[in-house]
């Protein structure tokens, strides 16, 4: 189970990242509201960031708002990446570098849709579902069992 606790910024010659998305996660999002605009900052997670970098570590900004097309509705994605690094001078005193891909040196990824499985095995992390109701839980498992079967055997070994 990946902990940000144990990121190391010295880790891969220093080329090691940690990877932030935006919408959800770092800033507020409650529907789309145009490709500029971003939610208020969420103060969990911009704590992450700040102490991550005070540690001398890096941190991007991972978003889907950068990844292609050029164009939506009429906006630059340059445009974009311009209020998105206004974002972060403003709610995290900094300019971060803004991607919309993973690499090799990611050493994770926050995000508020990513499930996090055990790595090469396949069983969910066990603190992934310690955070949805009971109810959420139990459809969760059925879901699984649809598609998933073996997750939802995973699961059962937790
Ligand atoms: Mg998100």
């Given at each position: 189970?990946?902990?940000?606790e144990d990121y190391d910024?010295?880790?891969?010659?220093?080329?090691?990242?940690?990877?932030?998305?935006?919408?959800?996660?770092?800033?507020?999002?409650?529907?789309?509201?145009?490709?500029?605009?971003?939610?208020?900052?969420?103060?969990?997670?911009?704590?992450?960031?700040?102490?991550?970098?005070?540690?001398?570590?890096?941190?991007?900004i991972v978003t889907a708002?950068?990844?292609?097309?050029?164009?939506?509705?009429?906006?630059?994605?340059?445009?974009?990446?311009?209020?998105?690094?206004?974002?972060?001078?403003?709610?995290?005193?900094?300019?971060?570098?803004?991607?919309?891909?993973?690499?090799?040196?990611m050493f994770c990824l926050?995000?508020?849709?990513?499930?996090?499985?055990?790595?090469?095995?396949?069983?969910?992390?066990?603190?992934?579902?310690?955070?949805?109701?009971?109810?959420?839980?139990?459809?969760?498992?059925?879901?699984?069992?649809?598609?998933?079967?073996?997750?939802?055997?995973?699961?059962?070994?937790?």
């Amino acid at each position: 189970m990946i902990k940000l606790e144990d990121y190391d910024p010295k880790r891969d010659g220093g080329r090691s990242w940690v990877g932030f998305d935006l919408d959800g996660t770092l800033a507020y999002h409650e529907g789309y509201k145009g490709r500029l605009h971003i939610g208020a900052p969420i103060p969990a997670t911009v704590a992450m960031v700040k102490h991550l970098l005070e540690r001398g570590g890096t941190v991007k900004i991972v978003t889907a708002r950068m990844a292609p097309p050029e164009w939506v509705d009429d906006v630059h994605v340059s445009h974009v990446l311009g209020a998105i690094i206004l974002w972060c001078e403003t709610h995290i005193g900094q300019e971060l570098e803004v991607v919309c891909a993973k690499d090799k040196d990611m050493f994770c990824l926050v995000d508020d849709r990513a499930i996090q499985v055990e790595k090469n095995t396949g069983r969910l992390c066990k603190d992934t579902v310690d955070y949805v109701t009971d109810e959420e839980f139990v459809e969760l498992l059925h879901r699984c069992n649809e598609k998933y079967g073996n997750a939802l055997r995973a699961l059962a070994d937790m």
